[in-house]
Every structure is written in C-alpha cells, then in structure tokens.
C-alpha cells in the first residue's frame, strides 16, 4: 500500500477508536472502505450544427444520437501496491441530463491487448430525458446516482492506467424548439469507485 495512504489508515484507526500502539494485537484485521475520485465528463453546445456529423434539416424530426468520449487517468495501482488487499469495488456515479433525450453512460478500460472493456453493466447506465414544456425550455432535469458492484473487473481495472468515459444522447428530436433552446441542455456525469479492503496489522500491511 502506498505511503500517504498508509498514513492516512493508521491515523483515521487510532484516532477514531482510541487505541494505543503497544495494545495492538497481532491478529489485527482491519477491513475500510475507501473511495476514490476517478473524474467527471460533460458536454453543450451553442447550436444543433456543433453535433459531430450530419444532422437532419430543419423540419425532418429524424432521431439522431450524440456520442461523445473523454480519457480519465485513474489507476488503483497508484494508490495499492498489491491486488490482494482489494475485496470488492463498486462504481458510484451521478448524471444529470438537461436533454430532451435519453441520456447513456458507459466506461471502458484498456485491457493488455489494448481492447476496451465495458464495466458498466451491459447497454450502459441510462438516465430519463429532460422534461420540456411547448416551447423548448426544460421544466425538469433527470438525474441518476448509484452503486455498482465491479469486482469481477478488479484485476483489469487495477492493470489498467485510464478509463474511457462515453456519455451519449439517444433518439434527440430536432424539433424547431429544441433547435431555438439547444444552448440550454447539457449531459454531465461524475464517477468514483469505492473498495473494501482488508489486510492483517502483522503481515507488514501498515
């Protein structure tokens, strides 16, 4: 484990339950939880013809998908010199979709093969469209925030050193009032990975 986060363990297990280090048994199992920020992704835009790619002509209602991506440095690798004290990982996420469509998260890791690797679960994390009145103007963003059990990806993520993050908009319908308010919708997403470790005070852990 690395340095400053050994530091950090011992004070939070001594301060926080008032034991003295010559008390301490070697049987010791100390089992936290810590959460780790991986990043956040966002995206506007001033006008319907910034979308990448073509976009129908003013009148034809056509469905259309945004699809945009950004690389976020993340290694758990930097924060825990061995695997074996990861038990379980969870993602945690929250999106807040100010589109009158449906929003999608997905992440990717880089495997050894240089392949990207969903773990989020299949289809992506989708949250609802923005609500709208008549004239284009949101009444409502849509938001979604859980946890995700990820351990099965564990010894991927932790020989990974980034995380591809995808956000997309699906089926938007270029009306003429989405048109005239699309500098007023937005897709954003912030994502954290929470593990549970556990090691022994005497296997030379702290």
Do not use: W
Not at 32 to 52: C, E, H, K, R
Not at 54 to 72: C, H, K, Q, R, W
Not at 122 to 130: F, K, R
Request: glycine share 6%.
């Amino acid at each position: 484990m690395k340095p400053t986060l050994i530091i950090l363990i011992v004070f939070l297990l001594f301060g926080c339950v008032g034991m003295e280090y010559d008390k301490i048994s070697d049987e010791v199992v100390y089992e936290p939880t810590i959460a780790l920020p991986v990043g956040s992704f966002s995206y506007d835009f001033d006008n319907a013809y910034q979308i990448p790619g073509e976009i129908p002509m003013i009148g034809d209602l056509t469905p259309v998908d945004v699809v945009l991506n950004d690389t976020l440095f993340f290694s758990l690798n930097d924060s825990f010199e061995s695997r074996e004290y990861i038990q379980k990982a969870f993602l945690h996420y929250d999106i807040v979709n100010r589109f009158p469509a449906k929003g999608i998260l997905r992440l990717y890791y880089l495997d050894n093969s240089f392949n990207a690797v969903e773990f989020t679960p299949a289809g992506g994390v989708e949250v609802e469209p923005a609500g709208i009145d008549d004239t284009g103007v949101i009444t409502k963003e849509s938001k979604e925030t859980s946890f995700v059990e990820i351990t099965d990806h564990l010894d991927g993520l932790y020989a990974a050193d980034r995380i591809i993050i995808e956000l997309e908009v699906s089926d938007l319908i270029l009306t003429n009032e989405v048109r005239l308010n699309f500098n007023k919708y937005s897709i954003k997403s912030s994502v954290g990975v929470r593990v549970e470790l556990k090691f022994e005070l005497n296997e030379g852990s702290l």
